[in-house]
């Protein structure tokens, strides 16, 4: 891993568009979180079961930890994205394909980021809903669509990497 190339690599318009998306995203959630706080009851959801129910409840401050965590997720895997040389690939590095494989790579982490931050709004927004009595949870189709928003461009960008050129 010591001997992989370590290339400074210029954004597209795709990158682009997921990382500014990703601030977006970012602030409109943390926008939302707080524009809702002083209207929330006292207790609200603090978790969810698999079909999408509200199975345990806290104050209302709890609310803060899902724009919290999305921030930090968001933000540290912005950093590690600086960084390609250092994640693992399925294939050696070299000269030759660093550039492919790099590319592919930063671009997965940044889709990624983008959904974590779209998955911890939607709870976000559930939550305000759930608190106010105008929903009743997350609902059955939460979680499968959270599944395939990461697993199925999660699995094309891995079959694309084993894909690449050596």
Do not use: C
């Not at 943390?30 to 009851?41: G, I, M, Q």
């Not at 806290?58 to 600086?82: E, H, Q």
């Not at 070299?94 to 671009?107: D, G, I, P, S, V």
């Amino acid at each position: 891993m010591n001997k992989r190339p370590r290339l400074k690599l210029e954004f597209s318009a795709t990158d682009k568009l997921f990382e500014i998306g990703g601030w977006v995203l970012i602030s409109i959630v943390w926008v939302l979180t707080l524009a809702y706080y002083p209207n929330l009851p006292d207790t609200i959801p603090t978790h969810y079961n698999g079909a999408g129910q509200a199975d345990r409840f806290g104050g209302k401050a709890t609310i803060l930890t899902l724009p919290l965590i999305a921030s930090i997720l968001f933000i540290a895997l912005t950093v590690l994205n600086r960084f390609p040389h250092v994640f693992n690939y399925p294939t050696s590095i070299t000269q030759e394909n660093a550039f492919k494989h790099y590319t592919n790579a930063t671009r997965m982490l940044r889709y990624l980021k983008l959904i974590i931050v779209f998955i911890f709004g939607l709870i976000t927004f559930k939550t305000i809903n759930y608190a106010n009595s105008e929903e009743d949870g997350l609902g059955v189709w939460f979680l499968p669509l959270t599944m395939g928003l990461i697993f199925i461009p999660l699995i094309y960008f891995l079959i694309k990497s084993f894909n690449l050129k050596q």
